[in-house]
């Protein structure tokens, strides 16, 4: 059969091209398909890359891949409408970070040219219009051009993942499953960076901004060092967005004039502005993720832990997965629906479904006590502060009985208690 090779991986973010070099090493023949001109030019992420799962795929990474800085430490901004609560977790310089960040446009090629490197193909500038379905089992794609076929597809072409729902694996997807992240790169110097964060050329500073601008709706700030550039953005639940009629720049803009942010972009040009879905349904809205002839991996397969941040692992660990089983289906030449199941079946005896499972209701939960997250917490921790650390001519004794009245009123204690129950019930499910 003309243009006819063993695996056809659609999509060449952290999923595909995991996916492509699995495969590759493993000497089976590899198409990777990008629409884009280059890897990484329609990506965009936070800037956050996880070492334990990036390691399984690319092991020389630290010392050999255009990483920008080992993220160690990590903050946490709780913020009203003018004063804020910095705390931050700090690794010892000896250990070895639990992630970098990134820029996507240099990650991605650089993966791109290590699966070159095992031998798989490249074809960017490449738009798969549909598959090709023949007796219910997908053999290939059609592109704007031409016919490719292959034994198995696997398809990693993101959130809104067309090809996922051309052949019945995807539904529609609804607002309160995705959020719209918004990120802008400023450019400033490394002594600057280095400065204003309190960090050296060795480390590296995250943090994640809650309340303020962004109360009352799930929503999250977030902030990376880089060498030389700065990133700064907002992640923010569609159906707040219409609920509240936002617009997530604006969001951003509200963010970038708080005074516990804008001392770091002081004087900072923009460089960079982007906007990506991410999609948010968790374990719930997980789609069936195979057929005979393909497997979803990815956002395409709405593999992200949106309680902890984490995404381009578990696409990463879905497209090593995927290969794997792509791998026994080509050695034993069963492409079925019944042989591909094993791909479920590996993920779920994996970290990627078992921590979807263990936050299957959280987000929904966190939903319902959003008032009490992103504006009570934030208030109280910036007066709990401020009465800690200020002198005043009033008596102390004055000073604490009308915050504790404060406190009782707020009810934050009592709203805390159905937090305090979840979090002991999800430590102690099996």
Not at 173 to 181: E, F, G, Y
Not at 185 to 197: A, M, Q, S, T
Not at 319 to 343: P, Q
Request: a positive charge.
């Amino acid at each position: 059969m003309e243009n006819k090779t063993e695996v056809i991986v659609i999509g060449a973010g952290p999923s595909g091209v995991s996916a492509a070099i699995v495969l590759a090493r493993a000497g089976k023949k590899v198409l990777l398909i990008e629409r884009a001109d280059n890897a990484g030019d329609k990506n965009m992420f936070g800037g956050e890359i996880y070492t334990k799962q990036t390691l399984e795929i690319f092991p020389n990474f630290i010392k050999e891949a255009p990483i920008e800085r080992p993220l160690t430490e990590q903050g946490f901004f709780l913020i009203n409408n003018e004063d804020s609560v910095k705390f931050s977790y700090k690794i010892s310089p000896e250990k070895e970070a639990d992630s970098y960040s990134v820029i996507r446009s240099k990650w991605d090629r650089w993966c791109v040219q290590e699966a070159q490197k095992a031998g798989v193909i490249f074809a960017p500038k490449t738009l798969v219009k549909e598959l090709i379905v023949e007796n219910d089992k997908v053999i290939g794609i059609q592109t704007e051009l031409e016919k490719y076929y292959s034994d198995i597809v696997i398809i990693a072409d993101g959130v809104n993942s067309l090809l996922a729902k051309q052949i019945g694996l995807r539904k529609e997807i609804s607002d309160c499953d995705v959020t719209v992240n918004v990120k802008e790169v400023y450019k400033l110097n490394k002594e600057k960076i280095e400065d204003r964060f309190n960090i050296d050329e060795k480390s590296g500073y995250a943090a994640k901004i809650l309340g303020g601008p962004l109360k009352n709706m799930f929503s999250i700030g977030f902030m990376f060092t880089n060498k030389e550039t700065l990133t700064l953005g907002v992640g923010i639940s569609l159906d707040d967005l219409k609920r509240l009629e936002k617009k997530p720049y604006e969001l951003l803009e509200e963010i970038k004039k708080h005074p516990s942010v804008s001392n770091y972009i002081k004087g900072a040009e923009v460089i960079e502005y982007s906007s990506h879905m991410i999609p948010e349904g968790g374990y719930n809205k997980m789609p069936k993720l195979y057929k005979a002839g393909v497997m979803v991996v990815g956002d395409a397969a709405m593999l992200v832990n949106n309680v902890h941040f984490e995404g381009t692992n578990l696409a990463m660990l879905s497209g090593k997965i995927a290969a794997e089983v792509a791998t026994e289906a080509l050695n034993s030449g069963d492409y079925s629906e019944k042989f591909l199941a094993l791909y479920d079946k590996k993920l779920r005896e994996s970290i990627v479904i078992k921590d979807l499972i263990t936050h299957k209701d959280t987000v929904s939960f966190l939903k319902k006590h959003i008032k009490t997250i992103t504006e009570l917490y934030p208030e109280i921790a910036c007066e709990m502060f401020k009465v800690v650390t200020s002198a005043s001519n009033e008596p102390k004794k004055i000073i604490y009985r009308r915050f504790f009245m404060k406190l009782i009123k707020s009810g934050v204690i009592f709203k805390s208690i159905p937090l305090g129950l979840f979090a002991i019930r999800k430590c102690l499910e099996k």
